[in-house]
Structures are given as C-alpha cells and as structure tokens.
C-alpha cells in the first residue's frame, strides 16, 4: 500500500529507491500514469522548489531531489506511449542555452509521445544551432523550447530564431517553463495557443497538420 503522498515525500526527501519503488506500488493499486506524475512526482519536486524558495534547503538538496524523477519517469513512460504506434509529426524539444532543467521538458516530451509525435529531445543547456541542426533531419514540424530561469528567457528567442534560419519557416513553436508568461509570449512573436484547442479528453493524436495540445496545465504558445 502506498499514497501519493507518501511518494511526492519520497521525490521531495530525495529517496530515490524509495520514489522508484512507490511508483511501482502505486501502478500495482491500479493509479493511472499521469494521477501518480501529476498527484505523486510533481509536487514532490514542487515542494523542495518551495524549500529552495524558503532557504530551507540549497542546491545540493534540489539536485538530489531532482535525480528521484528519472528513477520513477521511465516506469510510467511506455504505458503513455504505448509501443508499436508509428509516430505521424516530427517534433524536436529542448531547454534552451544556459538551461539544465529538464524534468518539465521529459514530461512535455512524454506527453508529445503519447500524441503520435516523433520526438527528438535534445540537451539539456541547447545552443540555438544545435536546436536547428536536430530539426533539420527529421524535418520537424514542432519545435518545443523551455526557459525555467528568468536569465534564459531570452535565449527562447535565439532558438526560435535559428529554427527559422534553418529553413523551416513552417515550424509550429511552442514555448514554456515557469517563467514564461503570454505577455512574453507575444513579446517574441508568439501567438498564444488556447490550452485545449476546444479538445475535450486526452491528448488527440498528432496529425501532419499541426501539434495537438492538450498538456493542461502546460503553458503553450504557438506562432
Ligand atoms: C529541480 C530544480 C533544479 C534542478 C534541475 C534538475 C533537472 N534535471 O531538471 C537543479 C538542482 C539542477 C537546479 C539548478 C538551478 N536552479 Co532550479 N529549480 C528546480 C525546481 C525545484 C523544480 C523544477 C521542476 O523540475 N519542476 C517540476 C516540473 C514538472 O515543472 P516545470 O519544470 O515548471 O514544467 C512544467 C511547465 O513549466 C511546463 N514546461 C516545462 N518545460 C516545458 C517545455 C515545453 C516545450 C512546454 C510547452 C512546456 C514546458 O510544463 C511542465 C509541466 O506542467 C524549481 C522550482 C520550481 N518550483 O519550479 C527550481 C528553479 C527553477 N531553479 C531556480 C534556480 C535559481 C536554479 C539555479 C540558478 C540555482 C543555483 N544557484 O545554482 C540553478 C540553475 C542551473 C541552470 N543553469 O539551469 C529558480 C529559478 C528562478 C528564476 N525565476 O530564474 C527556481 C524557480 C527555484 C526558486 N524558487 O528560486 N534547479
């Protein structure tokens, strides 16, 4: 027997093991993937941010936190994704220069897969080049970019703007991370993606025509 709260205590104390082994619990008892990401692993994380916020805790603390997150994720990644499903729209994600935050981009990207899309990830810390390379080959139709300090903030812009340069003029950028507001948003051009596209349900399967969006709460922006 497990809680999801027991588990957000175990990413937020930084117990790995213990994180992994709730996780498997938690899907045993029959928890659906996103309840135990979005109820057990997130606020977990949430809750050391909080501590950092609070000078409870310092980087070390964070770091540790943060590794509980990848011992859990890929348990619940195949069952979002399911195998066998032949991906229909290349998308390439990446938290952008001077980034190393990741944990919100492998939850977009898990999110992205379990839509039909095919997604390259890259980085983290992605120079705007690299990001246009790694669109290049599978010819993306999304570029999906992150910012979680308010210092990198600007580099969104530099990617957005070495995707175009690359040739892809069509590319469909969404923007997101804790910082990025609408108003920054359109501040680069975006022009901002209503969050369930008037979806109802999960994730609509992707289609050559464009990204589903459906990552409620995902802040989603679409030029
Ligand atoms: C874990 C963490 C770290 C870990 C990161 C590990 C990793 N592999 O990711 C480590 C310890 C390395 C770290 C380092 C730092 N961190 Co830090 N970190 C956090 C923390 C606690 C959690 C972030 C997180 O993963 N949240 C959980 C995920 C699920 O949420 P999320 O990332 O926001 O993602 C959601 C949305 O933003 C969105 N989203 C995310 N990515 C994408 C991508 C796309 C395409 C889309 C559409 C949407 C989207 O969807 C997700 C799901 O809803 C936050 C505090 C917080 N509460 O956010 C601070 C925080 C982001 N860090 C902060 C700081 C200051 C730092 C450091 C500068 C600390 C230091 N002095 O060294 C360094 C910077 C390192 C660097 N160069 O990047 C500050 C940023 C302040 C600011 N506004 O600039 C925060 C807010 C803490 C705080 N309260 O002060 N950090």
Avoid: W
Wanted: charged content about 20%.
């Amino acid at each position: 027997m497990s809680t999801l709260k027991q588990l957000a205590e175990a990413v937020e104390n930084g117990q790995r093991n213990d994180a992994k082994l709730r996780t498997q619990t938690l899907r045993a008892e029959g928890r659906k993937s996103l309840e135990i990401i979005e109820q057990g692993l997130v606020p977990g994380v949430a809750g050391i941010g909080e501590k950092f916020n609070n000078n409870e805790v310092f980087v070390p603390e964070m770091r540790i936190a943060a590794r509980a997150m990848p011992e859990a994720m890929p348990l619940l990644e195949p069952l979002l994704a399911p195998a066998g499903i032949k991906p229909k729209v290349p998308a390439v994600i990446g938290p952008v220069q001077g980034d190393q935050h990741d944990i919100g981009k492998n939850l977009v990207a898990m999110r992205l897969k379990g839509a039909n899309f095919g997604v390259v990830e890259v980085g983290p810390n992605v120079p705007p080049e690299q990001f246009a390379t790694a669109a290049k080959e599978p010819n993306a139709a999304v570029g999906a970019l992150s910012a979680l300090l308010t210092t990198t903030m600007p580099a969104l812009k530099a990617a957005v703007l070495a995707l175009r340069a690359a040739g892809s003029t069509t590319v469909k950028i969404i923007i997101g991370g804790g910082p990025v507001t609408p108003g920054f948003a359109s501040e680069i051009g975006r022009r901002r993606l209503p969050s369930r596209c008037g979806q109802r349900g999960g994730p609509r399967p992707a289609t050559r025509r464009g990204p589903a969006s459906s990552m409620r709460p995902l802040r989603e922006y679409q030029q």
